[in-house]
């Protein structure tokens, strides 16, 4: 049976990972002159703490090759193919790591990479998707025949709570990180082939966003895959996480409604108080 691989920056829990016989390469997450393993040795909260008090996005990076093979070693030494995801070229060189990993061991022939263009559970809705062709007995060809047709049709975006996290990084300029605080601006950030933009600007309450977050696209979720639907958070209340499960269990579309809780990485970039809704859509 394929073995299928995932970086962290999927953000399948725990239960999630195991239900569906999913292995995990870490990224890093480096605060100050200290490294720490995604989802490993540091969590979202511990990163939180570190950067408000040192006023600084962490910076990431992909796993080492060493960290990268190890993952891959006892499968492809078995004979078994194996069909690695990746954050998206774009964001990271994981998915470069992850070939030449395949090539340190010789295997590129049993190894296929899979470049997800998204982030976060945009990403593990296709390992998800893959995991349950691998339990079928597909091929890893097959697999990835499948991904790279789902890819474009996997629908990923978040709105932000706070956008410190984002101007620090320097993925806003300072004026709009000040004017976003004084005007509760929330703004929406859709992923798309591989890139991040943002779309629409909310204003207000972070409880009211979310909620005309998620009814906003209400058309585009009628249209979704009905297997499952992804809520992903980088620390919302429970209040607010329950209140868009239940609007999105009172549309009767989803056999699954998954809430999971961003990982290291991708807090470190988004900030606390991010939520998204993550689906495919129906092809």
Same mark, same amino acid.
């Given at each position: 049976?394929?073995?299928?691989?995932?970086?962290?920056?999927?953000?399948? +829990?725990?239960?999630?990972?195991?239900?569906?016989?999913?292995?995990?390469?870490?990224?890093?997450?480096?605060?100050?002159?200290?490294?720490?393993?995604?989802?490993?040795?540091?969590?979202?909260?511990?990163?939180?703490?570190?950067?408000?008090?040192?006023?600084?996005?962490?910076?990431?990076? %992909?796993? &080492?090759?060493?960290?990268?093979?190890?993952?891959?070693?006892?499968?492809?030494?078995?004979?078994?193919?194996?069909?690695?995801?990746?954050?998206?070229?774009?964001?990271?060189?994981?998915?470069?790591?992850?070939?030449?990993?395949?090539?340190?061991?010789?295997?590129?022939?049993?190894?296929?990479?899979?470049?997800? %263009?998204?982030?976060?559970?945009?990403?593990?809705?296709?390992?998800?998707?893959?995991?349950?062709?691998?339990?079928?007995?597909?091929?890893?060809?097959?697999?990835?025949?499948?991904?790279?047709?789902?890819?474009?049709?996997?629908?990923?975006?978040?709105?932000?709570?706070?956008?410190?996290?984002?101007?620090?990084?320097?993925?806003?300029?300072?004026?709009?990180?000040? %004017?976003?605080?004084?005007?509760?601006?929330?703004?929406?950030?859709?992923?798309?082939?591989?890139?991040?933009?943002?779309?629409?600007?909310?204003?207000?309450?972070?409880?009211?966003?979310?909620?005309?977050?998620?009814?906003?696209?209400?058309?585009?979720?009628?249209?979704?895959?009905?297997?499952?639907?992804?809520?992903?958070?980088? &620390?919302?209340?429970?209040?607010?996480?329950?209140?868009?499960? +239940?609007?999105?269990?009172?549309?009767?579309?989803?056999?699954?409604?998954?809430?999971?809780?961003?990982?290291?990485?991708? +807090?470190?970039?988004?900030?606390? &108080?991010?939520?998204?809704?993550?689906?495919?859509?129906?092809?």
């Amino acid at each position: 049976m394929v073995k299928i691989i995932s970086d962290s920056t999927c953000d399948l +829990s725990r239960e999630l990972l195991e239900k569906y016989d999913i292995d995990i390469a870490p990224l890093h997450i480096v605060l100050g002159e200290a490294e720490y393993e995604d989802g490993v040795s540091i969590t979202p909260d511990e990163i939180y703490k570190w950067s408000d008090e040192n006023k600084v996005t962490p910076k990431t990076s %992909a796993a &080492g090759i060493e960290q990268t093979i190890e993952p891959m070693r006892p499968y492809v030494e078995a004979g078994r193919e194996v069909v690695c995801f990746s954050i998206s070229a774009s964001m990271s060189t994981t998915v470069n790591v992850m070939n030449m990993a395949a090539e340190v061991l010789e295997v590129e022939h049993l190894v296929k990479v899979v470049d997800s %263009a998204n982030l976060s559970t945009g990403i593990g809705l296709l390992v998800i998707e893959a995991a349950i062709m691998a339990q079928e007995g597909k091929t890893a060809q097959e697999i990835v025949d499948r991904m790279e047709y789902l890819k474009p049709l996997v629908r990923a975006s978040f709105v932000v709570d706070t956008l410190t996290y984002l101007h620090r990084g320097g993925r806003c300029s300072g004026l709009a990180a000040m %004017a976003g605080g004084v005007l509760k601006l929330h703004p929406k950030i859709v992923v798309e082939n591989g890139k991040m933009h943002p779309d629409k600007k909310y204003r207000g309450k972070m409880e009211r966003v979310v909620m005309d977050y998620a009814k906003d696209m209400e058309e585009d979720l009628k249209t979704a895959k009905k297997d499952r639907v992804f809520i992903t958070h980088s &620390g919302c209340s429970e209040d607010i996480v329950n209140e868009v499960k +239940s609007y999105l269990k009172a549309m009767n579309i989803f056999d699954e409604i998954l809430v999971t809780r961003a990982g290291g990485v991708i +807090s470190s970039h988004c900030g606390p &108080g991010t939520l998204g809704v993550l689906f495919i859509k129906e092809d």
